[in-house]
């Protein structure tokens, strides 16, 4: 089998994003079978590598390893069983790991064509919004009235679940950390903003909420928030979470993995169905690896809302190469909004 020479970014250890990356020359295999070979302009930051780069992630490769998940670039190759109409197609695509790269193996079922539409805004299309596309239109949607919590309100997956929840005409309560965020969400649609710097977030939403309680919240952050956000829950009230950012940058290791769990406390299956309440885990890496065509028929849908106007994503930065770690230490402080593209 033959061999393609590329550059990547590689993650050659935890811990400090100044010290984690290095560029390097990297081999990859020819495609094979349904394969392409994409040849990348952009690629898109994920918290999920921030997590990564922490080691807090199980399903990364071991180090030195390349990591990313999302890519726009041009199809120069494809396997034996991948169509040849492919080759020279400009396309943004899903990848297994490897997005951090000039090149990129991935499937000819994880691309979507997207001629001249600009790259931060297909990336933004791509894991996050389909992240939340995936949440609140496939796994259980939103209804109209529904009183929605969404926290990182002004991230990535935030700023779209914001839009596809007031397309479906709920009540929008956008959590933020810092008020530079505040306009963003209102513009979008949210109905209240919850600065949780200023105090606790928990109390200001039951303010809020004048006696009725939450029916959904989209929580990528676990840890202590898991109990808040359950509390607030009413019947039939669904807390899906999708992330575990409170363990970020936690320098104990083991200790504050479990002091992590500890936090969220355990939840026994009687007592949901009991109260009538759900607990929905995301995690859309084991999404793609068992159930591709779910994946593909979201991204399908979020590009087809984008060109039709419903859905606006939000590009907050774009870097070079040169500026991974910039980047990536922006997106774990919490500073930036939107999608980060990273340029070749």
Known sequence: MGKINTEAIVLIQKGNAHKAFEQRSIELNEPIGNEVLIEVESFGLNYADVMARNGLYREAPPMPCVIGYEVVGRITKVGEKASSGWIGKRVVAFCRFGGYSKHVITYDTAIVEIEEMNAGDALALCTQSVTAYYMAEYLSPIREDDHVLIHAAAGGVGTILIQLAKKRGAIVYAKIGSENKRELVKSLGADFVINYSESDYEVQIEKLLKGERLDISYNPVAGSTFKKDFKLLGSGGRLVLFGGAEMSGTKWGILSTLNFVRKMGFVIPIGLMMRSKNILGVNMLKIADNKPKIMTLCLQEVVNL???????????????????????????????????????
Do not use: C, F, M, R
């Not at 994503?313 to 500073?335: C, F, M, R, T, W």
């Open 306 to 344: 984008y060109k039709q106007k419903e859905i606006i994503p939000q590009v907050g930065g774009v870097y070079s190469v040169s500026d991974i770690s910039k980047a990536h230490e922006e997106l774990e402080n919490g500073k930036t909004i939107g999608k980060l593209v990273i340029n070749w």
